[in-house]
């Protein structure tokens, strides 16, 4: 088994390296700003290193929480999977460090927050902001689904953004991978969760709360969520407690605004098709189909990085 954190071997003789090496730096080699947000086993904070002026989001984990919440395996997939992946639309992974109590990642610090507050903040979202976003996600969506991964933990409070406004996956951990990655990360170094419900209610597809093997449908399945949500400011599916939110899922029971445009319901409805095979993004098509819906009219999906992103709340 691979250690979170250190650049160890899985089998006799295959040495596993990594981009973001483990330092030997220490958490007083860090200047401490605000603190960016709180995850269920970790905290995240603004870190200056003080010998370079390097800023960096410090993810800090309780290792003996960690241990006792049953997430060792998460954290191993968040690290390995980090170390492999390379697009603008991921938050790096730069360094890990540990000590006694904790480990820390080195992330890319995203000033932007979380797209959940951008959402919150501006009631609900325009059209040309909701596309652009998508038109984001979509992008780094096709990368990491050809890396033979899916996210599975797809929602506005995971999709963060820079100061200039572009989109940013993070937390990984719930990710499986399909396909084994050139790191040596296969499934079978983590738990297999592939029939069990990982995720959160609101954005949980109806096949996999149905306990079916996840596919890189659920991903789209979520993606039609959050496009429902920037547009109409709440997600579609929300009941009174996390089953009635389930039996909605279950049953697709929503009702898409008047006020959507034709090719929002349109493509909303495609996404959230209870036959995951049937969503645009996975069928035979590939991301053709999604890229090329009229949705996405105006889309240059090669100059997106480039283009300038709606401005933030
Ligand atoms: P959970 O496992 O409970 O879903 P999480 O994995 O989303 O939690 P973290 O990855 O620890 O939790 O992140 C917690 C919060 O910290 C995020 O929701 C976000 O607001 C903030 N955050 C995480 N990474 C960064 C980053 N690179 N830049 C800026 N803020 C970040």
Not at 172 to 184: C, D, E, I, R, W
Not at 228 to 244: A, D, H, I, N, T
Not at 260 to 268: D, G, R, W
Request: hydrophobic share 35%; aromatic share 10%; glycine share 8%.
């Amino acid at each position: 088994e691979c250690a979170p954190s250190t650049a160890s071997s899985c089998k006799p003789g295959s040495k596993l390296t990594f981009r973001a090496p483990q330092q030997p730096y220490t958490y007083q080699d860090f200047a401490y700003g605000r603190l960016l947000g709180m995850g269920s086993y970790s905290k995240v904070v603004r870190a200056k290193k003080k010998d370079s002026g390097a800023e960096f989001a410090l993810k800090i984990m309780d290792k003996k929480h960690i241990t006792k919440e049953n997430k060792v395996a998460y954290v191993k997939m968040e690290r390995l999977i980090l170390d492999h992946l390379d697009h603008p639309g991921v938050v790096r992974l730069f360094f890990t460090f540990q000590d006694t109590h904790n480990l820390y990642m080195g992330l890319e610090c995203c000033h932007g927050g979380e797209l959940f507050d951008q959402i919150r903040r501006k009631g609900r979202l325009s059209l040309e902001e909701a596309r652009f976003y998508a038109a984001e996600i979509v992008d780094v969506l096709e990368y990491i689904h050809g890396q033979g991964l899916i996210h599975r933990d797809l929602k506005p409070e995971n999709l963060l953004l820079t100061a200039d406004g572009h989109i940013k996956v993070a937390d990984f951990g719930s990710a499986k991978v399909t396909t084994p990655l050139q790191n040596g990360l296969s499934d079978a170094q983590a738990d297999d969760k592939s029939c069990t419900f990982v995720g959160t209610a609101e954005y949980v597809s109806p096949e996999v709360l149905n306990g079916h093997p996840v596919t890189i449908g659920a991903d789209l399945w979520a993606l039609g969520c959050i496009i429902y949500q920037m547009l109409e400011g709440r997600p579609p599916f929300k009941g009174g407690s996390e089953y009635l939110t389930f039996q909605k899922v279950l049953a697709k029971d929503l009702v898409i605004p008047s006020h959507f445009p034709s090719a929002a319901k349109e493509l909303i409805n495609k996404l959230l098709n209870l036959e995951p095979d049937k969503r645009p993004g996975a069928g035979p098509a590939g991301y053709t189909a999604l890229k090329s819906h009229a949705f996405f009219s105006g889309i240059e999906w090669l100059k997106l990085r480039q283009s300038a992103a709606p401005g933030l709340a």
